[in-house]
């Protein structure tokens, strides 16, 4: 299983990114999917995640409003839209998929319940 996540770079703060997590060697419409990410000197973070049909999202409360999570399952990659970014945004955004073994949402806000991870790609927000 590889899941490539590519997308991060340097921007302004007030600018927009778009991550995407290309995943293989899993069947991927059947794993919910998941964004966290991880600042120097911090735990991983949960950001965003998306059930395996894309009927639900779910948002850590600071960033709620200003990203999106998408998945396009015919193509086997999850998203993360980033607008409005700031320096407070700034960390190495990690992918993750994970078996859908629960219904209640919180249960994928937790790192644990993930079965894989990407590489990370960094995101840099200057002020």
């Known amino acids: 299983v590889q899941l490539q996540a590519s997308g991060g770079g340097l921007v302004q703060a007030g600018d927009s990114l778009r991550l995407s997590c290309a995943a293989s060697?899993?069947?991927?419409?059947?794993?919910?999917m998941g964004w966290f990410r991880q600042a120097p000197g911090k735990e991983r973070e949960f950001v965003a995640a998306?059930?395996?049909?894309?009927?639900?999202?779910d948002y850590v409360p600071s960033v709620k409003g200003r990203f999106t999570i998408s998945r396009d399952n015919a193509k086997n990659t999850v998203y993360l839209q980033m607008n409005s970014l700031k320096p407070e945004d700034t960390a190495v955004y990690y992918c993750?998929?994970?078996?859908?073994?629960?219904?209640?949402?919180?249960?994928?806000?937790?790192?644990?319940?993930?079965?894989?991870w990407g590489q990370g790609t960094q995101v840099t927000v200057s002020s």
């Open positions: 993750g998929a994970a078996a859908a073994r629960s219904d209640y949402s919180g249960y994928y806000y937790n790192a644990v319940a993930y079965d894989y």
């Open positions: 060697g899993l069947t991927f419409s059947r794993y919910n």
């Open positions: 998306i059930r395996w049909s894309g009927g639900r999202t």
